[in-house]
């Protein structure tokens, strides 16, 4: 038994070194120890790479991941492990299709047959790699308003589920840099962390429009927490809710109600 958290913002699995040592003749993966100090930024907190191997995993009945899998030190935070669900495919026929339901708070994976059954009542837009890590990106246009006025900025944007908020723009993303610098009148409050301590800065959006889904009262978090990605932002959760969403990872589509 594993608590798993399903992420899109990696590129590889996970596995807390407790939890991997603990059941490893259950996981049946030969780990091998990194031969050089490494180091993994997540959301701004950094863990060390202790193992490394590759292999495949059994997820239930119908799934599976197949690729790299690291091991880190004191990763477990009410989780086991991690794993990026563009990696995640159907037994029977190697698909990698993912339905999110936001509705019903269900994921399933989806062989090519099964989703061909599925309603066709979606809007579509391709996904990219052209990402930090490879990891899958959709490039649109956000548009929003705050007292009165509207706003636009145009990038590529990672679909994360592992960010449980609205919208990350990364600060430093030369984009957003002069998107800010270019619109002085914008208010941006200060983000704090339980602790009071400043992680970011924020943009309340009095409405937005985003990837053709229309949003109230949302807030668009400023982070230097992650230094290494290059698109002008990340997609959280909260874009997700309320709707059904399908990841064609093979064909490079990704559909919304």
């Given at each position: 038994?594993?608590?798993?958290?399903?992420?899109?913002?990696?590129?590889?699995?996970?596995?807390d070194?407790l939890?991997?040592?603990?059941?490893n003749r259950?996981?049946?993966l030969?780990?091998?120890?990194t031969?050089?100090?490494?180091?993994?930024?997540?959301?701004g907190?950094k863990y060390k790479i202790?193992?490394?191997t590759?292999?495949?995993?059994q997820l239930?009945d119908?799934?599976?991941?197949?690729?790299e899998?690291f091991?880190?030190s004191?990763?477990q935070?009410g989780?086991?492990m991690?794993?990026?669900?563009?990696?995640?495919s159907?037994?029977?026929?190697g698909?990698?299709?993912i339905?999110?339901d936001m509705?019903n708070?269900?994921l399933?994976?989806?062989?090519?047959?099964?989703?061909?059954s599925?309603?066709?009542n979606y809007?579509?837009?391709?996904?990219?790699?052209d990402?930090?890590q490879n990891?899958p990106?959709?490039?649109?246009?956000l548009?929003?308003k705050?007292?009165?006025?509207?706003?636009?900025l145009?990038?590529?944007?990672?679909?994360?589920l592992?960010?449980a908020?609205?919208?990350f723009?990364?600060?430093?993303?030369p984009?957003?840099?002069?998107?800010?610098?270019?619109?002085?009148e914008?208010?941006?409050?200060?983000?704090?962390?339980?602790?009071?301590?400043p992680?970011?800065?924020?943009?309340?959006?009095?409405?937005?429009?985003?990837?053709?889904?229309?949003?109230?009262?949302?807030?668009i978090?400023i982070t230097?927490?992650?230094p290494k990605f290059?698109t002008?932002?990340?997609i959280g959760l909260k874009?997700f809710d309320?709707s059904?969403?399908?990841?064609?990872f093979?064909?490079?589509?990704f559909?919304?109600q």
């Amino acid at each position: 038994m594993a608590t798993i958290l399903l992420e899109s913002g990696i590129h590889v699995m996970l596995i807390d070194s407790l939890y991997a040592f603990e059941n490893n003749r259950h996981l049946n993966l030969d780990f091998v120890k990194t031969k050089r100090y490494e180091r993994m930024n997540l959301g701004g907190r950094k863990y060390k790479i202790t193992h490394k191997t590759t292999g495949t995993i059994q997820l239930g009945d119908n799934a599976e991941y197949s690729g790299e899998i690291f091991v880190l030190s004191n990763y477990q935070s009410g989780h086991d492990m991690a794993i990026p669900i563009q990696r995640i495919s159907h037994s029977n026929d190697g698909a990698h299709i993912i339905k999110l339901d936001m509705k019903n708070y269900r994921l399933q994976v989806l062989n090519r047959k099964l989703f061909s059954s599925e309603s066709t009542n979606y809007s579509t837009v391709a996904i990219n790699y052209d990402t930090y890590q490879n990891m899958p990106a959709v490039r649109t246009d956000l548009c929003f308003k705050q007292k009165g006025k509207r706003y636009t900025l145009s990038g590529n944007f990672v679909l994360d589920l592992g960010n449980a908020s609205f919208l990350f723009l990364m600060k430093q993303n030369p984009a957003v840099q002069d998107f800010l610098k270019n619109n002085t009148e914008l208010k941006i409050q200060t983000a704090y962390n339980k602790k009071g301590v400043p992680v970011g800065e924020a943009i309340v959006a009095e409405q937005a429009n985003f990837c053709k889904k229309s949003f109230k009262q949302q807030i668009i978090a400023i982070t230097p927490a992650l230094p290494k990605f290059t698109t002008e932002g990340c997609i959280g959760l909260k874009f997700f809710d309320g709707s059904i969403s399908v990841f064609d990872f093979d064909k490079h589509e990704f559909h919304f109600q």
